[in-house]
């Protein structure tokens, strides 16, 4: 069977990341991913800089729409939104990630469609939602990083200034939870025989993510001064003779198996140390106490170290490395496939593994409007009406 959502097909009306990254995932998991681009291509194709001689590919492009099918046309156009309903009207799922309005303004919002196919899932994304004070604000990633508190938890320990985390982690953490979102409206719709409507906001969905650890001194409504605040002190980021590596030591085994690695019998007798809360409460204390000693030996020294007495640890590797590494390599995690115009790309496999459902990658990213004709076809036009649209540059083909 080609993957767990087989049969499911998917119009992607989505741009940038948060949508795309989302609706690969359902491809990977055997959806028939249909990416809807205007006639210019999807506005990541040219981010940062394009990799093929035809500027048609970015390395950001490639890896949030691998295994789709393109088909390109202006939705502005009345011919254009009729080949669009004609899509949904035999879709299960619309995903779109459109500023709030945009598409109740083009007669495509979910009430509308959703009377046409009481069957359709109707997904939108945005930055913040679609009520509030922000609801018109022009948003990105580090939007959301500012606004959800991720910036703060980046602070400086010594300034206290704020640092945004170099991922798009609010894009992409938000595809996470809309390929979840999708997949369970999918499963409620085998009982009940009727779509949803779904919307993911970015906020939203970072103050979620965020919030077991990273909010633990406000979770108890009245006693937020009189808890310290988990992140107000060093990273575990430690500097060894000739490289950095990172370990834990949260429960009492792993500090007893870090202080005999470090042979030292006097760091287990500190009774600063010696409890769970006694290193929460000095972790400071704890951790820059730490690096003293594992700045004495290698890299390789402290992990056989580390290793041998059970405690948590790793390399903290160059991301040049990070495919390269024996873990990696072992898992057989990175694949590499054929991108046309492109060349030879690295893609990482889908990470949740199906025994019976395999996912896979379903094949390159698509060109703009690859699939145009096949898929014009397919919900009944002829190609010579297929070529007039074409001449009319109200869809393009390759």
């Known amino acids: 069977m080609r993957g767990a959502l087989s049969g499911v097909r998917v119009i992607d009306l989505t741009g940038v990341v948060s949508g795309p990254f989302a609706t690969m995932f359902l491809a990977d998991q055997g959806a028939d991913v249909i990416k809807i681009e205007p006639i210019t291509g999807d506005i990541t194709r040219r981010s940062r800089a394009t990799i093929d001689e035809a500027g048609e590919f970015s390395a950001l492009f490639i890896s949030s729409n691998r295994g789709k099918r393109s088909l390109s046309i202006d939705i502005k156009e009345p011919i254009g939104r009729e080949i669009l309903t004609r899509l949904l009207d035999q879709a299960d799922v619309l995903v779109q990630n459109f500023r709030p309005g945009t598409m109740e303004r083009l007669r495509l919002g979910p009430k509308e469609l959703r009377e046409r196919n009481p069957r359709l899932i109707y997904v939108s994304i945005s930055g913040v939602g679609d009520s509030g004070p922000y609801v018109r604000k022009r948003v990105y990633d580090p939007i959301i990083q500012a606004l959800s508190g991720f910036a703060d938890i980046q602070s400086q320990p010594l300034t206290n200034r704020p640092q945004m985390i170099r991922t798009i982690v609010a894009d992409k953490t938000t595809a996470v ?3 979840q979102a999708v997949a369970a409206a999918l499963y409620a719709r085998e009982k009940t025989g009727k779509g949803d409507y779904i919307q993911v906001a970015m906020l939203d969905t970072m103050i979620a993510y965020l919030w077991p650890e990273g909010m633990m ?89 580390l290793d041998a ?68 076809r397919d919900i009944g036009y002829d190609d ?4 007039a649209l074409i001449e009319r540059k109200i869809v393009r083909s390759i």
């Open 177 to 179: 939870f809309t390929a």
């Open 217 to 305: 001194q406000y979770t108890v409504v009245g006693k937020e001064a009189s808890v310290s605040d988990p992140n107000d002190r060093p990273d575990l980021v430690f500097k060894t003779a000739d490289g950095y590596i990172t370990c834990g030591t949260i429960s009492d085994s792993e500090w007893q198996g870090f202080c005999r690695a470090t042979g030292d019998p006097e760091l287990e007798k500190d009774e600063r140390f010696s409890t769970p809360g006694g290193r929460f409460l000095n972790a400071t204390a704890r951790i820059n106490k730490m690096q003293e000693y594992i700045g004495r030996y290698t890299t390789a020294e402290w992990l056989d170290r």
């Open 309 to 376: 007495a059970d405690v948590p640890c790793a390399p903290i590797l160059r991301r040049a490395d990070v495919f390269r590494n024996e873990q990696v390599v072992a898992r057989e995690l990175i694949e590499e496939l054929d991108q046309p115009t492109v060349g030879r790309v690295r893609q990482p496999k889908p990470a949740a593994k199906f025994e019976i459902n395999r996912s896979k990658i379903g094949g390159p990213a698509p060109r703009v409007g690859e699939h145009s004709r096949e898929i014009l």
């Open 384 to 387: 010579a009406s297929i070529d």
